[in-house]
């Protein structure tokens, strides 16, 4: 099958170098390889690891993709990174990919961008991290990896607001008679697939005892309760062991 000749991925990130080297690994070995030449377009906000640095991230970066756009935000914020990601887009379609994500089997590209040839009003394809249903649409706006279409992201970008969630905020846009309900949403795939995703972020907050980020702003906050030294050291001890299995799944 012949080589695709360019996709952009637009990856808000924050300062978590393993996790967002498990994401580029396994993106690259089941979908992005499938294209002649890909354009990273990432934000790292400035929160996450403390012992990481900017140097490390975009390293990472250079190791899957030559053509890196970033910008290091220092007061995060979820919203503008993704309104910032959107905005500098250049291909007809793009990978939406945040950085806590594996990728467990192969994508097919072709037949990826082929659901976007079909249907002219398809905006988002996603990928899903459970199993498919017979009925593949989206019953809501999902960040979930997924391809999209520039057009549809050109008129979404019009309704944007900084200080909303950008996934519940386009709800009644897209599914509620809004300005955005000409647009289709759904699953990639066949009815019945397995599920394609792991979420490693939400692993990586329950180790460290962190709430996800709520509303527009990425803020992390202690969520957990004393749960004593030898729980603390299990928790931490049970990521490290994921860990493992994604690197390994990822190579």
């Known amino acids: 099958m012949s080589i695709l000749p360019h996709i952009d991925v637009v990856t808000p990130a924050t300062l978590r170098p393993e996790l967002l ?3 580029l690994a396994s993106f690259h070995k089941h979908v992005l390889n499938q294209f002649e030449s890909r354009r990273l377009i990432i934000n790292i906000d400035a929160i996450g690891d403390p012992h990481a640095s900017i140097e490390q991230m975009l390293e990472v970066c250079h190791m899957y993709f030559d053509d890196c756009l970033y910008r290091h935000a220092e007061h ?6 993704v309104r910032w990601g959107w905005e500098q887009v250049e291909a007809d379609y793009f990978l939406h990919l945040e950085d806590d994500w594996l990728l467990k089997k192969k994508v097919d590209a072709h037949s990826a961008l082929a659901c976007f040839a079909r249907d002219p009003k398809l905006a988002l394809l996603s990928l899903n991290m459970g199993r498919n249903r017979q009925d593949l649409s989206l ?4 960040l979930r990896p ?3 279409r520039r057009s549809f992201i050109r008129e979404a970008l019009l309704l944007f607001d900084e200080h ?12 509620m008679g809004g300005e955005l309900a000409k647009w289709h949403f ?3 795939g066949e009815p019945d697939d397995g599920r394609f995703l792991v979420d490693t972020g939400g692993k990586w907050r329950k180790s460290l005892g962190f709430d996800k980020w709520q509303g527009a702003e990425l803020t992390w906050s202690p969520s957990r309760r004393h749960v004593g030294m030898w729980r603390d050291f299990y928790l931490r001890q049970k990521y490290r062991l994921y860990l493992r299995l994604w690197n390994y799944l990822a190579r």
């Open 21 to 23: 080297k498990i994401t």
């Open 76 to 81: 995060p914020s979820f919203a503008r990174a």
């Open 139 to 142: 019953t809501q706006f999902s």
């Open 146 to 148: 997924g391809f999209m």
């Open 164 to 175: 909303l969630d950008p996934e519940k905020q386009f709800n009644p846009h897209c599914f």
């Open 186 to 188: 759904r699953y990639y």
